[in-house]
């Protein structure tokens, strides 16, 4: 089952399902909030499956990650990461970069038209790619599960 919903209402749903009996599989896309679902569902989110389209926050290996880990560390709270503050944090840099190549003599159309420059830009192991005809920036995506411990797997 394809469940395109927010985090409460995707887990009230999976729930309702399994006291239903439903054995089924679950689907979710990445809008849902992975670690809010998580928690909402804990251990009956065993196997519900989450399409990301932002890497793992914990993914150290990615240049892009660990300057966001290492960042939140320095806000004392290095255990808040997760897929909306990572997806957040990339979409700071890409805004970031749009600005800096717009110039001083900022205008909206500056602006725009910067960021649409920005072919197969690597933020640190995170490419966008955006051109006037697409402003969609990544292909990445991919699939996440929610273990028997109600933790987010890849």
């Given at each position: 089952?394809?469940?395109?919903?927010?985090?409460?209402?995707?887990?009230?749903?999976?729930?309702?399902?399994?006291?239903?009996?439903?054995?089924?599989?679950?689907?979710?896309?990445?809008?849902?909030?992975?670690?809010a679902l998580a928690r909402e569902l804990g251990a009956q989110g065993s196997g519900v499956i989450i399409s990301q389209v932002m890497p793992h926050p914990g993914n150290a290996t990615l240049p892009v990650v660990r300057e966001y880990l290492r960042l939140l560390q320095a806000t004392g709270k290095p255990d808040d990461f997760d897929y909306v503050g990572i997806e957040g944090f990339?979409?700071?840099?890409?805004?970031?970069e749009g600005l800096r190549r717009a110039g001083k003599d900022l205008t909206r159309e500056r602006l725009v038209a910067a960021l649409e420059g920005m072919r197969n830009f690597d933020l640190g192991g995170f490419i966008v790619n955006f051109t006037p005809e697409n402003h969609v920036g990544s292909k990445f995506v991919e699939m996440t599960i929610i273990n028997s411990r109600g933790q987010v797997i890849r």
């Open positions: 089952m394809v469940l395109i919903s927010a985090y409460r209402t995707a887990g009230a749903f999976v729930k309702e399902a399994l006291r239903r009996g439903y054995n089924g599989q679950f689907y979710n896309v990445s809008y849902v909030g992975t670690q990339v979409a700071a840099k890409t805004f970031t």
